[in-house]
């Protein structure tokens, strides 16, 4: 199956009641069931970090990062792995948390439209944009994992 270079393909994820669209390439890998360790010290949207493949990956919820509500970590929570913008040698990686495991899409290059709406972007939201009849919003990756691993320095340099 042949895929056209017009297309733009993408991971929707659900965040309260606002989706979140991350381009393909961002995501190394989706988890279930991975328990979150609690660190002192850290933000509300940062509800801890987790064990993955030898390293300690903080994860945030975008839901509360961006003022959309509360999402608490529980059993049926997924982590999205995602590689950091960056390429931190200490956190090449950080993890997203959601309640629901996200739809990849293909988005055809013509039918990603910026929303015009006059709404105020949550924090972490580099824009809103339309897919089709579907509106998402598209995380700005550079401020949250700046936020993150600021967070985590903060936390480990208290410990």
Not at 59 to 81: A, C, N, R, Y
Not at 103 to 117: E, F, H, M, T
């Amino acid at each position: 199956m042949t895929r056209s270079n017009d297309e733009i393909r993408g991971f929707l994820i659900q965040a309260g009641a606002e989706r979140v669209l991350l381009p393909n390439a961002t995501v190394a890998e989706v988890l279930s069931r991975v328990p979150v360790q609690a660190v002192e010290g850290t933000p509300h949207w940062m509800p801890g970090r987790i064990d993955w493949q030898g390293w300690q990956v903080p994860v945030f919820s975008m839901v509360d990062l961006g003022g959309l509500g509360h999402e608490p970590v529980t059993s049926s929570s997924k982590i999205v792995v995602l590689k950091t913008l960056t390429g931190s040698e200490t956190t090449p990686y950080i993890g997203l948390m959601t309640q629901s495991f996200p739809r990849l899409i293909s988005v055809p290059r013509d039918g990603l439209l910026a929303d015009a709406s006059e709404e105020p972007l949550p924090q972490g939201v580099q824009m809103r944009v339309l897919l089709g009849d579907e509106s998402a919003l598209l995380p700005d990756l550079e401020a949250i994992e700046t936020l993150v691993c600021e967070a985590a320095a903060q936390a480990t340099s208290a410990v």
